[in-house]
């Protein structure tokens, strides 16, 4: 078996400073190998969603290493970041972030369009909404669409540069049962294809879907 | 708390720079728009000022006396062409006014009045100019003497505008001393009345015409044509200039009430959450417009007085250049006050209708969060810069604001760079007078010929030129110039009406003498010519003359010659296509002869009588350059606020952005392309605006005697374009640093 796709070591990260500091990451390390869903629990302000953050290299690490792909996440500069994030990365977020003036196939191509891919990314963005069966709304504004509908466009835009590495933090959270399945096995989806997937969820759903369910407490990572 | 507090400040910030704004366009346009009025109850500057050549006081006086309508008058004799000496200035030509007890006229805003012999009160433009101060003393010559007088006063009066742009002192004396400088007797030759009934003006001055038997050389000069004389020399600057102000006001007055709506946007989930929680629409509403209010007062007032600072020095240079005076502390305080409140009021307002608004939607779709979530419009715009102009027209009614402050301000720069010019085009380029030679050449006829030989030289014709009156009202001096054959060949202004003149009985006259004189074409001109014969000649056309405010008549010079034998001819010589100037005159010069250059008022004459210096252009040109820099950075500030206000409301979306891979340049297109959008509607609504309304109306109101080619061309064009430009990269530049300088997490996570 070659290297995981995610290596992160020893990660720290605090917020506040002097005695009011709180290290919400100590010492947590991580792996994640290509094809695999890993799904990371913990109670609110456990600091998943900033572990989330720096793996995505939306965040700096205090201390700590995080390779991503072989790329060293904490050594790199604010430009190299953006390209890793660009083109490694798709983020789903639990408020799915949508742009509410871009129609929901503009929002699927913004990321391809960011890395000048834009022409050529368009085929595969249709094909990735026919696949999420969202044909017929890709027209629409996204203040039009249902929780479930932003929700899987979130997914297609994170998607479109064929990233290998997905983050989602609460996929579900805004959704009902019904579409936070359907989101969920899409994720999965991404994960049997290939890529490897992180989400951050307390959905039990989530988890039973997922290859390893991570319990991040006190700063750590259990099993 | 921290981040609330710096917040604040920013707030606070940007409160104080539109507040400057506020208050620095305020005081110019008060200042400015009220100086003339303002000096003149001041200075109790007179409803009438009658000049005639000297008379004893006695019959002036009792002439005066019989007239109804007047209530008070005072009577000086005027000693022009005395030399003035203090320190180690000196200047020729000034003007001495010899002063009666009584009513003066004129504002002693220094030391006091003439009170005797041997003292003089100095105008303010002179005692600026040569740093003169109380006590010293002022030495002035005439041809009848020299008198050493002791400077006690400083005195405004808003007929004129101040030394050094009128290049004539004047200085106020003892009526004895001003009699002494030049030997005259004691008569006077000024009389300054004041009316009781302002509307009968004109009835008061047709009875003082026809009491005016044996008063030779007469004229009457009314407040109102004081005020006139100023506006032509000035009027322009300052209507451009208050132009400039209400541009900037509108553009701070929008930014403001924008930038306090932004902040309730913000903070659209805590409204959604106090409406969770049972506060009406309208505590809501009422308690953000206080603690906006509450914000805005100290920051307001600190602006306010900031813009007070910076513009107080450039509009009290700019009004003693005009002889007017300041407002008075008690007005500036009321106005500056009244600012204060209005820009408190605006922004406690701005903050109130959109909090009351927010606090009436449905409480959950508040608690959603503070990103804008309006229904954009669908624009089929691409790329980033497409995704930006979206982001700019989800704010129809700022985007329109803002398209109109852009627009109006470039419509002002373009005037203003037209203006300027236009009036560098006076002041250097022959053609603007509608000149069509080169050089003039100080010798007889007898030495065309040889000119013509002259290498270059395409051909040569005399010059003929005299001053002359109107015969039948005595009054309106005017110019006659005369060219053998085709006239137009060497002076071409435009025809208004008519046609060009053909024959030696024929004269085309300019608009300013036409309207003086009410002639039209087929009318008759008479002149009356120093030798003390008359002229007359048939009008066949009115020309839109420049020069001597359009006071002249074109001849052709026999029946002038016929009048005047010893008149003399300068040469006018025109210069073949491509030929070397310099060289023309070198060779000139070579055979003795000093020629000079045909440029425009720099060389010529006035543009608008007393007032029409050549300096006095530059220094206009000057100023407006100056006001259209100060423009461009409105349109900058404009931009840059919009830009600011965008970038706030929409931190997440930016965020999100930057999340899924844009780097700081793509974001910079995002930005860039919210300001392009606005710039590329606003560049051609402004120059429509100039060049359909501004240009026009701006022309017609300065000069009635010419049409000013108004109307931007392509350099002020391009200019404003490129300032745009500029503008549009520089404000997303701006907003960019801005944007990204922030932590992509932070904005993620104000949810």
Not at chain 1, 202 to 210: N, P, V
Not at chain 2, 339 to 345: D, G, L, R, T, Y
Not at chain 2, 541 to 553: C, S, T
């Amino acid at each position: 078996m070659g290297s995981p796709l995610v290596r992160a070591r020893g990660l720290v990260k605090a917020y506040g400073e002097g005695r009011a500091a709180v290290r919400v990451l100590d010492g947590a390390d991580l792996d994640v190998d290509r094809g695999e869903l890993v799904a990371i629990v913990g109670r609110s302000g456990s600091g998943k969603s900033t572990l989330l953050h720096l793996l995505g290299g939306l965040d700096r690490v205090d201390a700590g290493t995080i390779e991503l792909a072989g790329a060293p996440l904490h050594e790199l500069d604010e430009r190299g970041l953006t390209t890793v994030r660009r083109r490694d990365v798709g983020f789903v977020f639990q408020a799915f972030h949508l742009l509410p003036e871009l129609s929901g196939l503009e929002n699927v191509l913004l990321p391809a369009q960011l890395a000048r891919d834009g022409l050529e990314a368009a085929p595969r963005a249709r094909e990735l909404l026919r696949r999420l069966g969202l044909t017929d709304v890709a027209s629409r504004l996204p203040s039009t669409l249902s929780g479930g509908e932003q929700q899987r466009l979130a997914i297609a835009r994170a998607l479109v540069n064929d990233p290998a590495l997905v983050l989602a933090d609460e996929p579900t959270g805004n959704l009902d049962e019904e579409s936070g399945i359907a989101v969920l096995e899409l994720l999965r989806l991404a994960a049997d294809t290939g890529r490897a997937v992180v989400l951050v969820t307390h959905d039990r759903a989530a988890t039973a879907l997922a290859d390893r369910v991570l319990r991040l407490r006190a700063g750590r990572l259990l099993q | 708390m921290r981040h609330d507090r710096l917040r604040a400040l920013l707030t606070a910030g940007g409160i104080v720079a539109a507040a400057a704004m506020i208050g620095a366009a305020a005081m110019l346009v008060f200042a400015l728009a009220t100086g003339f009025d303002r000096s003149a109850v001041r200075a109790d500057l007179p409803d009438v000022s009658a000049r005639f050549a000297e008379q004893p006081l006695s019959l002036v006086a009792s002439r005066v006396r019989a007239l109804a309508n007047v209530r008070k008058t005072a009577y000086r004799f005027e000693a022009n062409g005395i030399g003035v000496q203090a320190n180690s200035d000196s200047a020729s030509g000034g003007v001495v006014e010899g002063v009666l007890p009584g009513e003066r006229g004129y504002a002693i805003v220094d030391g006091r009045d003439v009170a005797r012999r041997g003292e003089v009160v100095v105008e303010r433009g002179l005692v600026h100019s040569w740093h003169l101060q109380l006590g010293d003393v002022v030495t002035l010559s005439g041809g009848g003497g020299t008198l050493d007088e002791k400077l006690v006063g400083v005195a405004v009066a808003p007929d004129s505008v101040a030394y050094p742009l009128q290049r004539t002192p004047r200085l106020y004396t003892w009526i004895d001393d001003a009699r002494r400088l030049v030997g005259a007797g004691p008569d006077v030759d000024v009389a300054l009345i004041w009316v009781n009934d302002r509307s009968q003006l004109d009835v008061t001055l047709a009875q003082a015409r026809a009491a005016s038997y044996g008063v030779s050389g007469l004229r009457f000069v009314t407040r109102e044509g004081f005020h006139q004389l100023i506006g032509r020399a000035a009027g322009i600057v300052i209507a451009l200039l208050v132009a400039f102000s209400l541009v900037a006001l509108a553009a701070a007055g929008v930014m403001l009430a924008a930038s306090a709506a932004a902040e309730v946007q913000r903070r659209g989930e805590a409204i959604g959450i106090l409406r969770a929680l049972g506060a009406t629409p309208a505590q809501i509403a009422n308690g953000y417009a206080l603690e906006t209010a509450a914000l805005t007062a100290p920051a307001a007032a600190l602006g306010i007085f900031a813009g007070l600072l910076a513009v107080v020095g450039p509009t009290r240079r700019l009004l003693n250049v005009l002889n007017e005076l300041m407002p008075g502390t008690g007005d500036t305080f009321l106005l500056l006050a009244g600012c204060w409140a209005a820009s408190v009021v605006l922004v406690a307002s701005a903050t109130w209708f959109p909090a009351w608004r927010a606090a009436r939607r449905p409480t959950v779709q508040a608690l959603r969060g503070s990103d804008v979530v309006l229904t954009p419009r669908r624009v089929p715009l691409p790329g980033l810069a497409g995704f930006g102009a979206r982001l700019a027209l989800a704010r129809p009614f700022r985007a329109t604001a803002l398209i109109a402050v852009l627009s109006a301000s470039a419509a002002v720069v373009l005037l203003i760079l037209t203006i300027a010019t236009v009036l560098h085009g006076l002041e250097h380029d022959a053609r603007t007078l509608g000149t069509q030679y080169q050089l003039t050449v100080p010798a007889g006829e007898t030495s065309i010929a040889r000119v013509r030989a002259i290498r270059g030289v395409a051909d040569a014709a005399p010059r003929y030129e005299t001053n002359a009156a109107d015969s039948f009202e005595l009054g309106e001096s005017f110019q006659l110039i005369a060219f053998p054959g085709d006239l137009a060949r060497y002076e071409a202004p435009p025809l208004a009406s008519g046609r060009r003149v053909r024959s030696s009985g024929e004269g085309d006259v300019g608009l300013g003498l036409a309207q003086a004189l009410d002639l039209h074409v087929g009318g008759a001109l008479a002149a009356q010519l120093p030798s003390g014969r008359e002229v007359r000649f048939r009008v066949v056309g009115i020309v839109e003359a420049l020069r001597n405010q359009g006071l002249l008549a074109y001849v052709q010079p026999k029946r002038l010659l016929a009048a005047m034998p010893d008149l003399t001819a300068d040469i006018a010589v025109k210069l073949g296509p491509g030929a070397d100037l310099d060289r023309v005159r070198d060779v000139l010069l070579s055979r003795g002869v000093y020629s000079q250059r045909t440029g425009g008022i720099a060389q010529d004459y006035g543009v608008s009588g007393t007032f029409g210096r050549t300096s006095f252009l530059r220094v206009l040109a000057a100023l407006l350059r100056s006001v259209a820099f100060l423009d461009g950075l409105v349109c900058l500030y404009a931009l840059a606020q919009m830009l600011a206000l965008i970038a706030r409301e929409r931190r997440r979306a930016v965020a999100v952005v930057r999340a899924i891979g844009a780097s700081r340049a793509q974001i910079l297109a995002v930005f860039a392309g919210s300001a392009l959008l606005v710039a590329a509607i606003a560049a051609p609504a402004g120059i429509a605006l100039e060049r359909f309304v501004l240009g026009p109306e701006v022309a017609r109101l300065a000069v009635s005697y010419v049409t000013l080619p108004l109307r931007s061309g392509l350099e002020p064009v391009t200019t404003v374009l490129a300032g745009l430009a500029v503008a549009v990269v520089t404000s997303a530049g701006l907003a960019t640093r801005a944007a990204t300088a922030e932590p992509i997490v932070v904005a993620l996570r104000e949810e």
